[in-house]
C-alpha cells in the first residue's frame, strides 16, 4: 500500500535542514542537506505510518499546500512510502 504525505522542510540557523509532517503527529527529521534530510523523512513516516497501522489507528487526512502555514525559504516535498501489507494475505 503506498501512502504520499506532504513535509516541510526548513533550514535551522546551524545551516542543517529539519523537516517535519503537518499531518504526522511528532515525525521529524534532520540532515546535513535537503537530500538527507528528505531520505531521513521518508524514514522516519514508513515507520510513523507502520506504528499507526499495527494499533490499527486510522490515518490522518493529507493537508494541502495551499493549507499550510509556511514560513519564507520552506521546502515542501511530498513523501511518497510503500507498505506492504501481509496479516491476513496467504503467500
Known sequence: MRF???AIFRKTENGRYHGFFPDLAECEAEG????????????AAANWITVELE?????????DKEDMHLQEGDVVRN???????????DE
Open 4 to 6: 504520499i504525505y506532504p
Open 32 to 43: 546535513d542537506t535537503l537530500e538527507e534530510a528528505v531520505d531521513n523523512a521518508n524514514e
Open 55 to 63: 494499533d490499527d489507528g486510522p490515518l490522518p487526512s493529507i493537508s
Open 79 to 89: 513523501i511518497a512510502v510503500t507498505i506492504r501489507l501481509t496479516d491476513g494475505w
